[in-house]
């Protein structure tokens, strides 16, 4: 399987915002749900954001709640992934998930995933 591709990460100030991109190369991913998830320096790999193949439900981690927006271009086969607020504890590689389906969720449960890009907040 080709999978997805990320772009979007950077370095940014405790408060700012990134957007990250999960794009398709050389296949498509519209009749896929996709997600979001990050590793940071030690830890385990953990579920950020997930949205569905028609984009109606998404599903966050709590602990990006209100702070992170999923979203997808169809058209573009684009998924998004826009964090404001950004925190010192983001700090982490971020993955797109080509899901499995929309039963498990979970970190890792998935049929292909990207590269990463790494994001990196300084306060």
């Known amino acids: 399987q080709v999978p997805p591709v990320e772009s979007g990460g950077g370095l940014v100030q405790a408060g700012g915002s990134l957007r990250l991109s999960c794009a398709a190369s050389g296949r498509t991913f519209r009749d896929r749900a996709m997600g979001w998830i990050r590793q940071a320096p030690g830890k385990e790999r953990e579920f950020v954001a997930a949205i569905s193949r028609s984009g109606k439900n998404r599903y966050y981690a709590d602990f990006v709640k209100d702070r992170i927006t999923i979203s997808r271009d169809t058209a573009q086969d684009t998924k998004y992934l826009q964090m404001d607020n950004l925190k010192t504890e983001d700090t982490a590689v971020y993955y797109c998930?080509?899901?499995?389906?929309?039963?498990?969720?979970?970190?890792?449960?998935?049929?292909?995933w990207g590269q990463g890009t790494q994001v990196t907040v300084y306060s």
């Open positions: 998930e080509e899901k499995r389906g929309w039963g498990n969720l979970d970190a890792g449960y998935c049929v292909s």
